[in-house]
């Protein structure tokens, strides 16, 4: 069962997400600030961090880009519906996910599920490793290289581009993505979508304002390539 | 004793010159101000000028005339006193006299007449003068210094002058002095004192003239001076009918309409400063609701972690235990939508909601809302939605629409509900029919209320009484209208009405 690190202010939301996670098994080392959130990490060495983003002194943002300064750990963040600029700011740092509280148990661990699911592996007959123009991805070891030098993706980041280019030059929709990579609802937030590919599109394109390898059709959705 | 009879005519008659007033009042005003202003202006000239030339022209005419007067009737009486005669009159002596003093006429030539008894002699070519009045006769015996009267005869003024002779009782001068019965007249033509008068009248005509006609001027720069605050107002006022509450007016000077502007200034912050604190008033309302729902959220997000504790605890509870726990969990996960619901809407009201729009179609995002919800049972949902129907819409939002219409009518109505989906000239329309009862008309004005319970008996529906607040505030955010009604076999129809917009957006990727 993944270990999850839960960052959160409030005593009764920390306890009762704790205890509901840990319930069905999960795990749970808890944090009352970011700082002493940061300091487990080494320690504790969780699967996924769970971060609120409302936090006294150092707040969720602020933890959110420490993290990913040097790893690439799955984040989602809990916040409150209406905080919409945080929810933003947040995805732009770089967390993979958002659940609104408050929530259920079982909704909060279908996410963590989601995060942490891995794509399925590559059908036979396909190489382990595809070369896209100077992309190259390794769809067993999940790992991407540019130019032959690794790039570190975060899981969300991994599997939107192993979404894509699984069928190059198919588009897709946003809601699909939504559904097949962040497994929401088809009517879920396409912001998620959006930040995730402006980040996708900061590390592996050579030119982020106008990109090569994951393209945008205006009114559909988002393609990868044509090379 | 008065009747109300006795008092009927007269109050009727009153409330008939009120009429004819207020008609006249109402012709008035049909003319500008500035029209009124310069009327008035100029009658007031006109009367001063004309009041001041009468006054002038009476003093000026009197004036002339008793310079003349004075003269000729000294002058005569000293004439007459100059000559010697003796009683009885002698004719020819008379006659001498008559034609002496007529020589003599000052300040005009004069015809001189004189009587005595019936003897009748004069300068003239006539004996007596028809000028002469029978009043100026008797007067002239009366008063012994003379008496004289104007005349108008034929058209040409006359100075008639009458001086008796006098005589005194003993010859030591004591005595009292007796009139002889003759008595001398003087006839002087007053043309020349006629003409200056004229000339006069005519002097101020002219002068009059161009004063009103220089009035004007100052009657125009009145009427402006007077006019311009009063646009200023017009102008101010109509702009606060704008909504600009922060209008004020310039005030210049000490006037009363520099206190009208002050007047107006005054009224206007008053109104301003209301106007803000019922905003403010309405702001904190708003602001607490939103506050409320904030604070309930923590700890609801507490108690929703662990609702899933309880409920699978339960069953190894006693039963009263085991039914308490059951209510908890479940009314926190009802307390949960509410408080969603309640955020939601204080971000409508505080205009905070944003529309993240994403072009879709439409079939299949309606297709979803019914799958994800497991409104799939072809017996109680039936769906006409074409394919190929694409716009941009905040699928969240429409989702919720959406659900909150069909989740409605399968709760309130009856099964089959039918959604209906057509485009009409650039417009996305949803049709959500039941086969209900249909909507009570008194209740229709009311379904998108808040909290409003159609049977207050009733008590708490299965939804947290803003569903269908929150639908109508969504599709407004699309720029869209949703009514209520009753279809024509009966049954609730609820139609919703957004612009057809595709192509360009903020957020395409």
Redesign the interface.
């Known amino acids: 069962m993944p270990r999850v690190l839960l960052i959160e202010d ?8 704790e ?2 996670l840990r ?1 069905r098994g999960h795990e749970v080392r808890t944090a009352a600030t970011g700082e002493a959130g940061l300091a487990a990490l080494g320690e504790f060495r969780p699967d996924l961090l769970l971060l609120d983003l409302m936090l006294p002194g150092m707040n969720g943002v602020q933890v959110c880009r420490r993290v990913r300064e040097d790893s690439q750990l799955p984040i989602i963040m809990l916040t ?3 905080d ?1 600029f945080d929810v933003v700011v947040g995805l732009e740092a770089g967390a993979d996910d958002y659940i609104v ?6 909704v ?1 661990e279908a996410r963590i599920r989601a995060v942490l699911r891995r794509l399925e592996a590559p059908g036979s007959g396909r190489p382990a490793v595809e070369f896209h123009g100077e992309l190259a991805i390794d769809r067993t070891g999940l790992t991407v290289a540019k130019s032959g030098e690794r790039i570190a993706l975060a899981p969300s980041e991994l599997k939107l581009l192993l979404h894509l280019s699984a069928a190059p030059e198919q588009v897709f ?3 699909q993505l939504l559904e097949h990579v962040w497994e929401h ?7 998620l ?2 930040a995730c ?1 402006r980040r996708l599109r900061h590390k592996i394109e050579d030119v982020p304002g106008s990109p090569r390898y994951i393209q ?7 393609r990868f390539g044509p090379l | 004793m008065t009747t109300p009879d006795a008092q009927a005519p007269p109050a009727a008659g009153r409330r008939r010159r009120n009429t004819t007033a207020g008609a006249r009042r109402r012709r008035l005003t049909r003319y500008g101000l500035r029209t009124r202003l310069v009327v008035a202006f100029l009658l007031v000239a006109a009367v001063s000028c004309g009041t001041t030339a009468a006054l002038t022209y009476r003093a000026a005419r009197n004036a002339i005339l008793e310079q003349t007067q004075d003269t000729a009737v000294s002058h005569f009486r000293d004439q007459v006193r100059g000559i010697g005669y003796s009683l009885p009159v002698d004719r020819e002596n008379l006659q001498q006299s008559v034609l002496t003093i007529a020589r003599q006429a000052k300040p005009h030539p004069w015809v001189v007449f004189a009587e005595y008894g019936t003897m009748r002699i004069s300068s003239g070519t006539r004996p007596t003068s028809t000028v002469l009045t029978p009043e100026l006769r008797r007067t002239a015996l009366a008063r012994p210094h003379g008496s004289f009267q104007r005349v108008v005869s034929g058209g040409t003024p006359y100075l008639t002058v009458a001086i008796p002779t006098t005589f005194k009782m003993d010859e030591t001068g004591a005595g009292a002095i007796r009139p002889t019965g003759l008595v001398f007249f003087a006839v002087m033509r007053l043309e020349d004192e006629e003409a200056e008068v004229r000339a006069m009248v005519l002097a101020a005509r002219d002068g009059a003239l161009p004063a009103l006609a220089v009035a004007l001027v100052p009657a125009l720069l009145a009427a402006r001076s007077v006019l311009r605050p009063v646009r200023d107002v017009q102008r101010a006022a109509r702009h606060m009918g704008q909504g600009h509450l922060d209008t004020r007016i310039q005030v210049k000077g000490g006037d009363e309409l520099a206190d009208l502007a002050r007047t107006f200034n005054e009224s206007a912050a008053r109104l301003e400063r209301s106007v803000e604190e019922l905003q403010s008033a309405e702001a904190r309302a708003r602001r607490f609701a939103s506050d409320v729902s904030h604070e309930l959220r923590t700890p609801l997000a507490g108690m929703l972690a662990v609702t899933e504790v309880l409920d699978e605890d339960a069953g190894g509870l006693d039963p009263d235990t085991a039914a308490a726990v059951r209510l908890i969990s479940a009314e926190t996960g009802k307390l949960a939508v509410l408080v969603e619901d309640l955020m939601e809407i204080s971000r409508f009201d505080a205009r905070a909601a944003e529309l993240n729009t994403d072009e879709v179609d439409v079939a299949e995002t309606i297709r979803r809302t019914l799958i994800a919800r497991h409104w799939t049972d072809p017996e109680r949902i039936v769906t006409h939605l074409p394919d190929g129907i694409r716009a941009r819409l905040d699928p969240r939002r429409f989702d919720v629409v959406v659900a909150n219409l069909v989740g409605n009518a399968l709760r309130h109505g009856r099964p089959p509900v039918t959604v209906r989906l057509i485009t009409t000239g650039g417009a996305l329309v949803v049709e959500v029919t039941d086969r209900g009862p249909g909507i009570d008309p008194e209740v229709l004005p009311h379904v998108f209320d808040r909290f409003y319970k159609a049977d207050p008996a009733r008590g708490r529906s299965a939804g947290s009484g803003l569903g269908l607040a929150i639908t109508l505030e969504n599709v407004r955010l699309h720029g869209g209208t949703v009514r209520a009604g009753n279809g024509p076999a009966g049954g609730a129809v609820f139609v919703v009405e957004i612009p057809l917009r595709t192509g360009e957006g903020e957020s395409t990727p």
């Open positions: 409030d005593p009764s939301v920390r306890e009762g997400v205890l509901g319930r409150a519906r209406g919409d509280k408050p929530a259920r148990t079982e909060i929709s946003r809601q609802s088809y009517h879920g937030d396409a912001r979508v959006d590919v945008t059709l205006r009114g559909f959705g988002y």
